[in-house]
């Protein structure tokens, strides 16, 4: 099965490189020179834009940014459209509002493809284990096709639906949950420190007791690592917290954790943290506060 990967960034080079290790012919597409030469490094083929796929992909999964360029790596002036098998499946996973999941599935039905709605979630770690959670609506005939592609790259995949959007749906209430989890992580770390206790041994406590949760126990070890490098960058919960509002605001539906998340992002972005690891929200209170993070000066 001849499969393509646009966007080999933390979630897309696990993606492309578990699909490898499951002995599909893998074709990962991204401008960046370092992506390419990392993939081709790991055993699979690389080109720099998706009309380079080659002729006949019968599966492409997008794991980009957002939907502006899901519609660009697939209907742009060097998009892959014209590159796919007729009846080629496309696993759209980038976050985005339901209502773009649903035009751009519309638009690739128009051109004889079979969209599949699905975000993914699990970050890089999860990813390049082949251990994705995929939250998937569309139709019976682009689940079968893409079963030996969502096989390799996830060991959870949810049938949410026939039709686009419910998945896109799905994944917004789950980044809200994400990001406010990842900000009252932050808030009680930075809380911590500030009255005095041992961040480690914080943590300990916190990650043995009722009050843990994932990402408290995922971010705030790279806090204590001082390890800022990005997995999942504070801008994305800028945009993907936006994303909550904008859907609750279609909804008349209040959302103000999630606003008050957002804009705890939003601030950490104009400190200059925006490309950081974003548990280094954090270091919005430690400009209020003036605390010491760990491994910093």
């Known amino acids: 099965m001849k499969i393509g990967v646009i966007g080999l960034g933390s979630m897309g080079m696990g993606a492309a490189q578990s699909a490898l290790r499951a002995g599909l012919a893998v074709t990962g597409v991204d401008p960046r020179q370092a992506a390419r030469d990392a993939f081709v490094a790991a055993g699979g083929q690389a080109v720099a834009s998706a009309a380079e796929l080659p002729e006949g992909t019968e599966a492409v999964v997008v794991l980009v940014v957002n939907a502006a360029q899901t519609e660009t790596a697939l209907f742009g002036p060097d998009g892959a459209l014209p590159r796919l098998a007729q009846d080629a499946v496309v696993i759209s996973s980038a976050t985005m509002a339901p209502d773009d999941a649903r035009r751009i599935a519309a638009r690739l039905e128009e051109a004889g493809m079979l969209p599949l709605d699905a975000p993914v ?27 030996p592609l969502l096989a390799a790259i996830a060991t959870k995949v949810w049938r949410l639906g026939d039709a686009p959007g419910i998945g896109a749906t799905v994944k917004v209430v789950h980044q809200l949950l994400a990001g406010v989890h ?116």
Request: charged content about 20%.
């Open 121 to 147: 979630s699990g970050g890089a770690v999860k990813a390049m284990a082949g251990e994705m959670t995929v939250m998937a609506s569309g139709s019976a005939a682009a689940f079968d096709r893409a079963a």
């Open 182 to 297: 990842i900000a009252v992580a932050a808030e009680a770390m930075a809380l911590g420190i500030r009255a005095g206790a041992d961040p480690q041994q914080l943590y300990d406590v916190v990650t043995s007791a009722a009050g843990n949760s994932w990402m408290f126990e995922n971010r705030m070890a790279r806090v204590l690592a001082a390890d800022d490098a990005p997995r999942s960058a504070v801008d994305i919960f800028v945009k993907d917290l936006g994303l909550v509002a904008d859907m609750a605001k279609g909804l008349d539906f209040p959302v103000p954790l999630a606003a008050q998340a957002q804009q705890l992002f939003t601030a950490a972005h104009a400190l200059g943290h925006g490309q950081k690891d974003d548990g280094f929200v954090i270091r919005v209170w430690q400009a209020m506060t003036g605390i010491k993070l760990p491994g910093e000066a």
